[in-house]
T-cell receptor
């Protein structure tokens, strides 16, 4: 069964600190992996996208890594800000099927001043 | 340009009533998705429309759920005889579909409709 599992479920850190969120997947075959940020009461917004040939992608203070061999990805947030408080969702797509897009249940990140 | 819009933003209905949720995708996007997100849960795929092809309805949880997309643009998700377990946020997303290499393009999400069945 194609699955995407994220850890931790929730995380609280102090403003200015760094953190790393994890994503393990079993989706096969694999097309691409995206990290989304979902603010409370809003729809998810894409942060990064990586294909199987890429192992790192940055977007400002967000850096995503991908190990296609171990089927693991991480999202590293540097110098966290209060506005980073949100849910971060790992999404894995299978090729040739736009409907086979599997969402993780997300990590809820809270940044405290 | 405008993003994906959904209406209503909130809907409270009594058990047993029918509800209609609307999604206006980004102009030019051929693919449209409906998802359901229960509190603290991941997004659950419901249905996918791509151009004039037959929709992928494999995620609809029961025959009380249906959706249509008129003119390849606006979509309506209908839930008949609502039950309390239908309470969730219903998210719509649109995209350009599949690339020439058969890779799904990025999805753009609407703000969702929060449905509460009492």
């Amino acid at each position: 069964k194609n699955q995407v599992e994220q850890s931790p479920q929730s995380l609280i850190i102090l403003e200015g600190k760094n953190c790393t969120l994890q994503c393990n997947y079993t989706v096969s075959p694999f097309s691409n992996l995206r990290w989304y940020k979902q603010d409370t009461g809003r729809g998810p917004v894409s942060l990064t996208i990586m294909t199987f040939s890429e192992n790192t992608k940055s977007n400002g203070r967000y850096t995503a890594t991908l190990d296609a061999d171990t089927k693991q990805s991480s999202l590293h947030i540097t110098a966290s800000q209060l506005s980073d408080s949100a849910s971060y969702i790992c999404v894995v797509s299978a090729p040739s099927s736009a409907s086979k897009i599997i969402f993780g249940s997300g990590t809820r990140l809270s940044i405290r001043p | 340009g405008a993003g994906v819009s959904q209406s209503p933003s909130n809907k409270v209905t009594e058990k047993g009533k029918d509800v209609e949720l609307r999604c206006d995708p980004i102009s030019g996007h051929t693919a449209l998705y409906w998802y359901r997100q229960s509190l603290g849960q991941g997004l659950e795929f419901l249905i996918y429309f791509q151009g004039n092809s037959a929709p992928d309805k494999s995620g609809l949880p029961s025959d009380r759920f249906s959706a249509e997309r008129t003119g390849g643009s606006v979509s309506t998700l209908t839930i008949q005889r609502t039950q309390q377990e239908d309470s969730a946020v219903y998210l719509c997303a649109s995209s350009l579909g599949l690339s020439p290499g058969q890779v799904p393009y990025e999805q753009y999400f609407g703000p969702g409709t929060r449905l509460t069945v009492t």
